[in-house]
């Protein structure tokens, strides 16, 4: 707050000073002198290769659908041997922010209780074409490098099973999501008139 104040005050002296427009002219040329300065002394650098990768996931299904349909759960199966969980679970972290970079959301990975070595990762995704999108366009090549660090653990020759679950009232053979009527082919009630207004007493 104070720095607002200060502010005003020393913009507001400037402007009694050299004028209106000046004001509003010096602190322009400021702003894009510090980012030129910026670019220059303290260029963007990235440890990770951001250049663009398909994703070395499986070829979608062909649907018929709205492509607009969601949201789109997505599941994918990983079996790993108990002396890999740690350094698999490491990586998944990682994977997690690639994946919710590339539009996932509620992303999750959970052991089955009755079977330790398989894992199933999760997220949701708000339509198919987001979900197409994830596999053809946004991804890079250190996501596709993280992906086959996370398939390293993979036991044996396995391989992920992975599976598209589409919100059920999103396809064709549903009937929309939407309120039901409490009454069917009810009508509609009279709209509230004002009542008529108390005579004055005699």
């Known amino acids: 707050m104070g720095g607002q104040a200060l502010g005003a005050v ?16 010096l602190p322009a040329a400021g702003l894009v002198l510090a980012a030129l300065l910026g670019l220059l002394l303290v260029p963007l650098q990235s440890e990770h290769d951001v250049r663009h990768s398909e994703l070395p996931w499986p070829r979608p299904p062909s649907l018929d659908w709205d492509p607009d349909a969601g949201p789109v759960l997505v599941t994918v199966e990983w079996r790993v041997r108990d002396a890999d969980v740690p350094g698999f679970l490491e990586v998944m972290r990682y994977l997690a922010r690639a994946r919710r970079r590339t ?9 089955d209780a009755e079977d330790p070595e ?19 366009e946004r991804g890079t090549v250190a996501d596709a490098a993280l992906e086959e660090r996370a398939r390293a653990y993979l036991a044996g020759n396995t391989g992920t099973v992975v599976r ?22 009810a009508l509609p009630e009279p709209a509230p008139t004002a009542a008529p ?3 004055d007493p005699p």
């Not at 199933?120 to 053809?136: P, Y």
């Not at 598209?164 to 082919?185: C, G, K, M, Q, S």
């Open 164 to 185: 598209h679950l589409v919100w059920a009232y999103a396809v064709p053979a549903a009937r929309p999501d939407t309120e039901p009527d409490v009454i069917a082919n």
């Open 118 to 136: 398989l894992f199933l990762e999760t997220f949701t995704v708000g339509t198919w074409r987001e979900h197409l999108r994830q596999h053809v």
């Open 103 to 111: 539009g996932a959301s509620l992303w999750g990975v959970f052991q």
């Open 197 to 199: 207004a108390a005579a």
């Open 10 to 25: 020393m913009w507001g002296a400037v402007a009694d000073t050299l004028g209106l427009t000046a004001a509003f002219l």
